[in-house]
């Protein structure tokens, strides 16, 4: 069983930055992918950024040259730096970690979610 916490959200005005983080508790692994999925208002969440243990990254295209991730293997912690913040990345930002067990079925454990607001 994994546990996550996300913390950093807060009210930002355009082209600010934030750096938002996430503790994970239980039994972490390399093979293990952690990210973070947003949920802006009325939408679906969807994926922004993962790294696994090796530090192979992906992120979304429309974030990737604002949004950078990070990750401590040996503090089981997970981050986000946003910077440029526009008001279109207002969103509840929740942390995630995703792997496949033995019979290649996908895990997810999900973070309580941390909200950004963008606003003037």
């Known amino acids: 069983q994994v546990t996550l916490a996300e913390s950093g959200g807060g009210l930002v005005q355009p082209g600010g930055s934030l750096r938002l983080a996430c503790a994970a508790s239980?039994?972490?692994?390399?093979?293990?992918?952690m990210g973070w999925y947003r949920q802006p208002p009325g939408l679906q969440r969807e994926l922004v950024a993962q790294?696994?243990?090796?530090?192979?990254?992906w992120l979304e295209s429309s974030v990737k040259d604002r949004f950078t991730i990070s990750r401590d293997n040996a503090k089981n912690t997970v981050s986000l730096q946003i910077n440029s913040l526009k008001p279109e990345d207002t969103a509840v930002y929740y942390c995630?970690?995703?792997?496949?067990?033995?019979?290649?079925?996908?895990?997810?454990?999900w973070g309580q979610g941390t909200q950004v607001t963008v606003s003037s």
């Open positions: 995630n970690v995703w792997r496949k067990d033995i019979g290649g079925s996908n895990i997810n454990y």
């Open positions: 239980g039994n972490i692994v390399s093979t293990d992918w």
């Open positions: 790294i696994d243990g090796a530090g192979r990254t």
